[in-house]
């Protein structure tokens, strides 16, 4: 029963071991974790939706290949970032920046929320000055007589 | 009727103009980085068989130019390919080729074939210049000043109407050093 399983586990995890091409890997363990990293977060501009890390396009490879060398050279991750945003522009970050272009990107859902909130409020608050306003007011003249012979009919029968 | 019972109906209109001018626009047009920004510094060796390379100094000579990124197995580089060699007889400006990660052969044969509208090739073998120039899909076109300024860039296959109401516009205020009010 163990060895079926391992087998299967065997299979299922042969495509990610073979993902990327072994050359491409750095020696070092925590720069590659840093290269796979930054590449999670650059986009591939061949096939748009899928980052560089995921994408096998040649491009993205090409560019796999620089965040590497960026990496094993030292570089910061900021630093990697910045040298393709300026070739690329921020559209390459799959993360917009939070910066004054993209304010309503990022404050967009919370402002929805608020303006969302203030609706509810008002009309809840309506609804309530309405009910308020109905139970407080005394019956007129009129609707007092009519009460009345209501009643009555109740009470003749 | 009450004005408030409008407010879906006006809500609706405005998402439903946001979503169509969305539906227009063309997701693969990036906006270049580039524009505004000097040429990166590069210099790479002719293609085989010609004898001008192309270097960052050659594209700040003075004088304005056209920087034509190609493959030979780029089928809608082929597709423009007349249009450039209708551009290099007009004589407007001086054209270049950025030969991207081609082979020597190929692309030899391809301008011998289709004819060379180029003054000077330069191979990129491994891509690497073309990532300076931010290219990520052949055919890509820039225009660049005389000072080595990036002023336009068109990605994909140049049409008839990107080289009459584009390039050959923008080429001709940038050569009798006018402001362009071409929009690129």
């Avoid at chain 2, 000043?145 to 390039?167: A, F, M, S, Y």
Wanted: hydrophobic letters at 45%.
């Amino acid at each position: 029963m163990l060895k079926r399983f391992a087998f299967l586990i065997a299979l299922l995890a042969a495509p990610l071991a073979q993902a990327q091409p072994l050359d491409e890997h750095l020696s070092d363990p925590a720069q590659e974790a840093r290269a796979r990293e930054i590449s999670r977060e650059l986009r591939c501009l061949v096939c748009q939706n899928q980052s560089i890390e995921d994408s096998n396009a040649p491009l993205a490879r090409d560019l796999r290949r620089i965040v590497r060398e960026r990496v094993a050279a030292g570089e910061d991750d900021q630093a990697v970032l910045d040298y393709v945003v300026a070739r690329y522009g921020e559209w390459v970050l799959l993360k917009p920046r939070f910066n004054l272009q993209n304010l309503l990107l990022w404050l967009g859902p919370a402002l929805f929320l608020v303006i969302g909130g203030i609706v509810v409020y008002a009309v809840l608050r309506r609804q309530r000055a309405a009910q308020a306003a109905a139970a407080a007011a005394p019956l007129s003249a009129e609707e007092q007589r009519r009460l009345q012979a209501l009643l009555n009919e109740t009470e003749g029968q | 009727m009450r004005l408030a019972y409008l407010v879906p109906l006006v809500l609706f209109v405005l998402i439903g103009i946001g979503l169509a001018v969305g539906l227009t626009l063309n997701p693969r047009e990036i906006p270049s980085a580039l524009i505004g920004k000097p040429v990166p510094e590069f210099s790479l060796p002719p293609v085989e068989g010609r004898k001008e390379g192309l270097s960052t100094a050659d594209l700040k000579a003075g004088t304005p130019s056209l920087v034509n990124v190609f493959a030979s197995w780029c089928v809608p580089c082929r597709i423009e390919h007349p249009l450039l060699m209708g551009l290099a007889r007009e004589q407007i400006a001086p054209i270049h080729g950025l030969n991207y990660k081609d082979n020597p052969a190929d692309v030899s044969k391809w301008l011998d074939q289709l004819g060379d509208p180029f003054q000077r090739t330069g191979a990129d073998r491994d891509g690497r210049v073309g990532i300076e120039w931010g290219v990520y899909g052949v055919p890509e076109t820039f225009v660049v000043d005389g000072q080595g300024q990036i002023r336009c860039k068109h990605v994909g296959p140049l049409t008839e109407w990107d080289v009459e109401n584009k390039i050959k516009p923008l080429l001709r205020d940038l050569t009798a050093g006018k402001e362009s009010a071409v929009k690129c």
